[in-house]
């Protein structure tokens, strides 16, 4: 191999790539597992829950971690399921995007609830709806015309006001309105609250994760409100090549919250 060369370079390029395992797998099915567990959820209203599991070819999937890989709603199940089934020779992870989401519930969220409500309060403490720019006008009345109606919305259903601030100078909100969003969380599962930390994480914003998850905004229209700043960076400088790798990932993880409202 010619160090430097040309079959250098490709044997790099190879050596980049990631490997793929191979599919070991015929079929993905669902089932129910018994007995149902108690659905703590605010959709659930206490009321059991049968959980779902995916079977690989007749055997149960579990986490990374070892974990049962089990879901609250057949429709979420179904969906995991049929990622599974749209895998062809290769196993890419990349295309399974409520597979790694539920991994993330079950491993990660799971017996840490109260943590994860935490991070997104704290998001909500220094929430990006709250910040605007003194300057120029067409982005101060571009950010007045997206996020006003939005803190509305918060403070009539949420019961949280916010304060807004000019620049981004960090602004100490009233602890009613954290409080408030707190509340709001109280009750969600592991699962409903992976996909809130995800939106959350990913739109800088607490209040835009929750008026989606209320049925306020549509995914679609919560990513633009969230990209404000950023569209008019794009329509100044030119696109944004990440954006649509976090558009994914956020279309995700509404999906999740979507499938976890279905029976």
């Known amino acids: 191999m010619t160090v430097g060369g ?59 971690a070892k974990a049962m890989f089990a879901v609250p709603t057949r429709a979420l199940a179904e969906a995991i399921a049929a990622e599974w089934e749209a895998q062809r020779e290769y196993i890419d992870p990349a295309a399974m995007p409520l597979t790694k989401l539920t991994n993330s519930a079950i491993d990660g969220v799971r017996g840490r609830e109260a943590a994860v409500r935490d991070d997104i309060v704290k998001y909500a403490a220094s929430d990006l709806v709250c910040y605007r720019a003194p300057q120029p006008e067409p982005l101060v009345r ?34 009613a309105a954290t409080a408030a969003v707190e509340r709001a969380l109280a009750g969600h599962d592991a699962f409903a609250l992976t996909a809130l930390h995800v939106m959350t994480t990913l739109t800088g914003s607490a209040v835009l994760a929750l008026t989606h998850a209320r049925g306020r905004l549509s995914a679609e229209d919560a990513w633009a409100a969230a990209h404000v700043d950023e ?18 990932e956020m279309q995700a993880a509404s999906r999740l919250l979507g499938l976890l409202r279905m029976a």
Do not use: C
Not at 146 to 155: F, G
């Open 6 to 64: 040309k079959d250098d370079r490709k044997a790099l390029g190879r050596e980049a790539r990631p490997v793929l395992p191979r599919r070991f797998y015929k079929s993905a099915t669902v089932e129910a597992a018994a007995p149902p567990t108690p659905d703590p959820s605010p959709q659930g209203g206490g009321e059991p829950r049968v959980a779902y599991r995916i079977l690989l070819d007749g055997k149960a999937m579990r986490t990374p």
């Open 142 to 175: 571009r950010q007045a015309e997206t996020w006003d109606p939005i803190l509305v919305w918060s403070r009539d259903a949420l019961g949280a006001s916010f304060v807004v601030a000019d620049g981004i100078m960090p602004v100490a909100q009233p602890e």
């Open 231 to 248: 569209d008019w960076q794009i329509s100044q400088w030119g696109e944004d090549a990440d954006g649509q790798r976090r558009w994914l």
